[in-house]
Nanobody
């Protein structure tokens, strides 16, 4: 019943900014947390950022702290990822994920096994 659709990816020069969106349908099943992961060509999927849908606690990968901001719309089932100061190594397909479970261990939200639903991804390319 849950559908996640990402948008906002594109080609941006290094140092630029980008804002990704993830719209969730069937939101009653996504009341725990939502997150962003990314996968670069030839690389494994890695965690980027997560946000709880109760209380809006956030958790970031060390590699993106200070540059990426995850947020949610107060009245819609939409989560955003603002990317600032893009670096070439940020180039990847970015995936939105969601879980209906309220996990009490915030750090555990960095594990892809916590998530039940995934979007199709949106590509971000940072040129140098």
């Amino acid at each position: 019943q849950v559908q996640l659709v990402e948008s906002g990816g594109g080609l941006v020069q290094a140092g630029g900014s980008l804002r990704l969106s993830c719209a969730a349908s069937g939101g009653t099943y996504v009341r725990g947390a939502m997150a962003w992961f990314r996968q670069a060509p030839g690389k494994e999927r890695e965690f980027v950022a997560a946000i709880r849908l109760r209380g809006s606690d956030t958790y970031y990968a060390d590699s993106v702290k200070g540059r990426f901001t995850i947020s949610r719309d107060n009245h819609t089932d939409t989560v955003y990822l603002e990317i600032d100061n893009l670096k070439p190594e940020d180039t990847a397909v970015y995936y939105c994920a969601a879980t209906p479970v309220y996990w009490t261990d915030l750090r555990g939200l960095g594990s892809p096994s916590r998530y039940d639903y995934w979007g199709q991804g949106t590509r971000v390319t940072a040129s140098s």
